[in-house]
């Protein structure tokens, strides 16, 4: 996982990648709540992508490492 965390281009995606289904269908992962990502994480996060991009925010999220994404976050709004 740390692995994933020093790729800016792992990050990049993460901060586009939305989520296909369910109760947060279409919304960015990066803003999908954390109990949503808590119970994934409890219960298995999908395979493939979408769940590795999953399971990295919600290591971000449960490591307080928000602060990762700001500067991406900032450079996309430009």
């Known amino acids: 996982m740390t ?4 790729d800016p281009s792992v ?3 993460l901060i586009k990648a939305k ?3 369910g109760k947060y269908r279409d919304r960015l ?3 999908i709540p954390e109990d949503y990502l808590l119970w994934f ?6 395979e493939g992508e979408l769940g590795q991009m999953m399971a990295l925010m919600y290591q971000i999220r449960i490591n ?5 994404l700001e ?7 430009m």
């Open 64 to 68: 307080g490492l928000e602060y990762l």
């Open 41 to 46: 994480a409890d219960k298995g996060f999908p």
């Open 19 to 21: 989520m296909p289904f």
């Open 29 to 31: 992962i990066i803003d």
């Open 3 to 6: 692995d994933m965390l020093s």
């Open 11 to 13: 990050l990049l995606k």
């Open 71 to 77: 500067p991406l976050l900032n450079t996309e709004n």
